[in-house]
């Protein structure tokens, strides 16, 4: 019977020994888990600013494109002032 007190002490000599080294990387997991969750934040940032430049992209090129239309309906609007003016002054010279 003393034999297997030994034995069983040794046993939980062992368990212990496994579960402070279990502890330990539980403890390593969870502070892994922490710098893995504040680089998941900052990659949500940097996504979220991405996502304000494309919109701010799109915002600029539609600007542009608007501005570019006006343009030249405005110009396209001026010659056909200027074909009406040669008309009438064609028209005038031939009388």
Known sequence: MKGLK????????????????METITEGKTETNKQ?????DKIAKVNAEIT??????DEQREAHFKERYDYEVQRELIQH???????????IALE
């Open 6 to 21: 030994v034995v069983i002490a040794e046993k939980e000599k062992e368990i212990e020994v496994l579960r402070k080294q």
């Open 36 to 40: 893995l969750d504040a680089f998941n």
């Open 52 to 57: 304000a430049l494309f919109k701010k992209k």
């Open 81 to 91: 002032i200027n074909w009406i003016k040669d008309q009438k002054e064609a028209i």
